[in-house]
C-alpha cells in the first residue's frame, strides 16, 4: 500500500492565482480529511469527507477555499485567488471507521508570494 | 468543544526516559492517540488507546491515560536523537464523522 499520496510536495505561486492540490486517499478508506499546519494556528482540520460526500466545512477559511470529491481515490482542494497568508502545508489524511487512526500523506507546502 | 492541549517544547537527554503529557476535555473520547512529526513529513501514527484502558506498552513507548483527570501520556525509554520531532496528542470523541481534535503539538529535543 502506498499510503496518502498528495501532489505536489511544493508550490509556489503568485497572489492572485489558482492553487489545486490534490490526494489520493487509501483504497477503501472510506473518510478523508484536508488540513491545514501553520506556526501560528498548528493543525486546522478545514473539510473531511465520508464516502465522497462533503460532511463538515466548517472549518474552511472562506469563499476562496473549495474541495472536491470526484470519486473514492481523489480529492481536491482549491484556492481561488490566493493569497500570501494561505502559505501553509497541506495535510490529506484517510481512514476507516474502525478507531485505527488516520493515515497522513506527506504534505504539499505552499507559498504564495 | 473538545481541547486538547499540551506543552510546547521538551528537551531531554540522549538514552533518559522523556515523558510527554497531554490533558483532554472531552470526557466522552473513544480512543486516544499519539501521532510523531518529522521535520518536513506528514503525522505518523506511534500508538493509540481505548479510553478503557488504563496503560499500553508497545516496544520503548508506553502509554498511560488517567480518565479522570483527562490525562494522557507518552513515556519514550531509552531517549535517541532520531526520537528528535513533535508529537501530537489526538482525542476521537463520540460526536460521529470519525473526527479527531489535535493537541498544539510537543517538540521533543534530545541532546548527546
Known amino acids: 500500500d502506498a499510503g496518502v499520496i498528495q501532489s505536489p510536495r511544493h508550490e509556489v505561486t503568485e497572489m492572485g492565482q489558482e492553487v489545486t492540490l490534490r490526494c489520493k486517499p487509501i483504497?477503501?478508506?472510506?473518510?478523508l480529511f484536508w488540513y491545514r499546519q501553520t506556526m501560528m494556528r498548528g493543525l486546522e482540520l478545514l473539510i473531511y469527507?465520508?464516502?465522497?460526500?462533503?460532511?463538515?466545512d466548517s472549518g474552511m477559511p472562506e469563499d476562496r477555499f473549495s474541495a472536491k470529491m470526484p470519486n473514492a481515490s481523489f480529492s481536491t482542494l482549491k484556492i481561488q485567488p490566493s493569497e500570501p497568508r494561505d502559505s501553509a502545508v497541506y495535510f490529506c489524511a484517510s481512514t476507516i471507521p474502525a478507531g485505527g487512526g488516520y493515515t497522513f500523506g506527506s504534505g504539499t507546502r505552499l507559498t504564495v508570494v | 468543544g473538545e481541547d486538547v492541549e499540551q506543552s510546547l517544547f521538551l528537551s531531554v537527554r540522549e538514552g533518559d526516559s522523556s515523558v510527554i503529557n497531554c490533558t483532554y476535555t472531552d470526557s466522552s473520547s473513544t480512543y486516544l492517540y499519539w501521532y510523531k512529526q518529522e521535520p518536513g513529513a506528514g503525522l505518523q501514527l506511534l500508538t493509540y488507546?481505548?479510553?478503557?484502558?488504563d496503560m499500553k506498552q508497545d516496544q520503548r513507548l508506553t502509554v498511560l491515560l488517567n480518565k479522570k483527570d483527562k490525562h494522557l501520556s507518552l513515556r519514550i525509554a531509552d531517549t535517541q536523537t532520531g526520537d528528535s520531532a513533535i508529537y501530537f496528542c489526538?482525542?476521537?470523541?463520540?460526536?460521529?464523522?470519525?473526527?479527531?481534535?489535535f493537541g498544539t503539538g510537543t517538540q521533543l529535543k534530545v541532546e548527546l
Open positions: 483504497s477503501g478508506h472510506d473518510y
Open positions: 488507546i481505548f479510553s478503557n484502558m
Open positions: 489526538a482525542e476521537r470523541g463520540t460526536g460521529g464523522g470519525n473526527k479527531l481534535t
Open positions: 469527507f465520508n464516502n465522497n460526500v462533503p460532511i463538515d
